[in-house]
């Protein structure tokens, strides 16, 4: 084994879903991978790390970083938890082992896979393409639920601050209690002049939601809500 392949990178990453997860966190990740790095020997130089990024493509400052670096620190291997981790794309996923990662070896701790081998790759490529599918899937039938909603005339987005989803009906009604907060926070602003930060601190809200109900008559965030302009 040459110096280069014993000198080996780390790749972790968190979708926001993923994050409350037992198991999935970069730091978790981190140290399953530094674990088997020491196991087969290898000096792990650098762990690059995306947190709340999909990985439906390679947009990520993480992996950019990663493969921007790869022939600077002269590594052999890069190591990943899961192959889900590093892409969820087929086309990423080729990209990656035959032009990016030339010459470097791609390793998943979970289900020992090495690209440096052929039934490796044969393995990498399989399981991409079995992810790609089932997001392909998964993407379907929710919007075909979301087309069924629609026609039923049932709320499909975002539920703006003041309203929520009639549990019975699917449709969008004002929340009373969420609506007393709202003229309280326009009383405040109104009366007192109290700043956007302070009624967002107060009412544990984001300033920007603050700020669009202050500027927006009652009236008129009936009518947005209704036509499905949201409150950020």
């Not at 978790?28 to 650098?46: D, M, S």
């Not at 291997?77 to 030339?102: C, H, M, N, P, Q």
């Not at 896979?113 to 790759?121: E, I, K, P, Q, V």
Request: charged share 30%.
């Amino acid at each position: 084994m040459t110096e280069k392949t014993k000198r080996a990178v780390g790749y972790v990453r968190v979708s926001t879903r993923e994050q409350a997860q037992e198991g999935v966190s970069l730091d978790a990740q981190t140290e399953r991978i530094a674990a088997f790095c020491q196991a087969k020997g290898w000096e792990l130089v650098a762990v690059y790390r995306d947190e709340g990024k999909s990985g439906k493509n390679l947009d990520r400052p993480g992996i950019q970083e990663m493969i921007h670096d790869l022939q600077a620190v002269q590594v052999g291997v890069v190591v990943v938890l899961k192959l889900d981790r590093l892409t969820r794309s087929v086309r990423d996923l080729g990209t990656l082992i035959e032009d990016i990662f030339a010459g470097v070896s791609l390793v998943a701790v979970d289900g020992s896979l090495d690209s440096s081998t052929a039934s490796g790759r044969m393995v990498v490529n399989l399981l991409g393409s079995v992810g790609q599918w089932e997001r392909e899937v998964i993407g379907e039938r929710t919007r075909d639920a979301l087309a069924y909603k629609r026609e039923r005339g049932e709320w499909c987005g975002r539920i703006p601050y003041g309203f929520r989803v009639n549990p019975d009906t699917g449709k969008l009604e004002e929340d009373p209690e969420a609506m007393q907060t709202v003229q309280a926070i326009k009383r405040s602003r109104r009366r007192s002049g109290t700043s956007y930060p302070q009624l967002a601190k107060r009412y544990g809200l984001s300033v920007g939601t603050v700020y669009k109900l202050c500027t927006t008559d009652l009236r008129s965030l009936r009518r947005q809500a209704l036509r499905g302009s949201l409150v950020h």
